[in-house]
């Protein structure tokens, strides 16, 4: 911000205007998404037996989602943000391909060391989530180690491009491997192997994956002082309680195909209506409250400046903001008439409501 005060207004510049795709961008990024992959799925795969058209609409049904969020995100930049659109394409891209590698890699090293086979063991997917929580932080770290304001805001920024990028990835190596061998008991074709798998992997994206990586980046964001990371007990609780959050979906899934007989259908019932409803609504909730805060945090810098003290007098404090000092101005001073002393117990007013 400028050195002079008074300071300049910025919340009537910081309303999204109507730019790129609108404000339902993402929702047209998924629609067209969607059209593509069902047509290059049932007329290039089905009709005209191509498997170049197999293989780019499993690439492009995987990736659908994730990028209209990634749109989504970007939209809400105003501004004050320190981050733009490079970098969260950066994120996305760079972050989820290097979170994908390391994850895979620390699940192999995991699996090795339980005595598991070609395929994850049971103990592999309920420790899932403290690897690859482990592996989307490092990615996180790697795409912001230059960037000074690590804030709540960018931490939920970053580490859900990261989640969405890393999500994006591991839904097409999913895709792939369906079609290629579909299960056995589920009776169905390739073809259809990918139309049940990618939709319902697309729908549960941005609930899992963006959500663990954003809660787990904001907190360590928000323990970093003067551009550095620091591991505060935060951290700690953060990494644990997403890494529970996941291993208790993989572990329940892998669980689920392990049980056989009458007790499968018991299990599948507690798993389908408590377990993945439970990680899916408490994982949300907790997203929601830290991004308030993280709201709150970026409007607090300047919504202060914007209201007059209850007594009147200058809509604007005399002097500078706490923490600076007035440099040589570069412009005159507005004219204003004599200010009010501003009393001890004024407050700034409540955040405002658009972040």
């Not at 390391?102 to 899932?128: E, I, M, Q, R, Y």
């Not at 997403?242 to 299990?267: C, E, I, K, N, R």
């Not at 709201?295 to 810098?301: D, E, G, I």
Request: hydrophobic letters at 50%; proline letters at 10%; a positive charge.
């Amino acid at each position: 911000m400028r050195a002079n005060w008074p300071p300049p207004l910025w919340l009537e510049s910081e309303i999204p205007a109507k730019k790129w795709l609108g404000r339902w961008g993402g929702l047209w990024i998924a629609a067209g998404g969607t059209v593509f992959f069902l047509f290059l799925i049932l007329v290039g795969g089905l009709l005209l037996e191509n498997g170049a058209a197999i293989t780019v609409g499993l690439l492009v049904g995987s990736v659908t989602v994730a990028a209209a969020f990634i749109y989504t995100m970007a939209y809400r930049f105003v501004p004050r943000d320190t981050i733009g659109m490079p970098r969260l394409l950066l994120a996305f891209g760079l972050g989820g391909l290097i979170a994908v590698a390391l994850g895979s890699s620390f699940d192999s090293l995991l699996n090795k060391a339980t005595g598991g086979g070609a395929h994850p063991g049971l103990t592999v997917l309920w420790l899932a989530g403290i690897s690859e929580e482990l592996a989307k932080i490092l990615a996180v770290m790697a795409v912001s180690w230059k960037l000074r304001d690590k804030s709540m805001r960018n931490g939920l920024f970053l580490g859900g491009a990261v989640g969405l990028g890393f999500a994006a990835l591991e839904d097409l190596a999913y895709a792939v491997s369906f079609y290629q061998s579909p299960p056995a008991q589920l009776h169905l074709t390739p073809i259809l192997a990918a139309l049940v798998l990618v939709p319902t992997r697309g729908i549960l994206t941005p609930f899992l994956h963006p959500l663990y990586t954003a809660l787990f980046a904001a907190a360590l964001f928000s323990a970093s002082r003067g551009g550095r990371f620091c591991f505060r007990p935060i951290v700690l609780v953060a990494y644990l309680g997403v890494s529970l959050a996941h291993g208790l979906w993989d572990g329940a899934a892998g669980t689920l195909q392990v049980v056989t007989g009458p007790a499968q259908y018991l299990l599948a019932i507690v798993v389908v209506l408590l377990v993945y409803p439970g990680v899916i609504v408490g994982t949300g909730l907790v997203w929601i409250k830290v991004a308030r805060r993280a709201r709150h945090a970026f409007h607090l810098r300047v919504v202060w400046w914007l209201a007059p003290p209850p007594s009147g007098g200058s809509p604007l404090p005399p002097g500078p903001p706490p923490g600076r000092h007035a440099g040589p101005p570069t412009a005159p001073p507005l004219p204003v008439s004599a200010p009010s002393a501003v009393p001890a117990a004024w407050a700034p007013p409540a955040p405002h409501t658009r972040a």
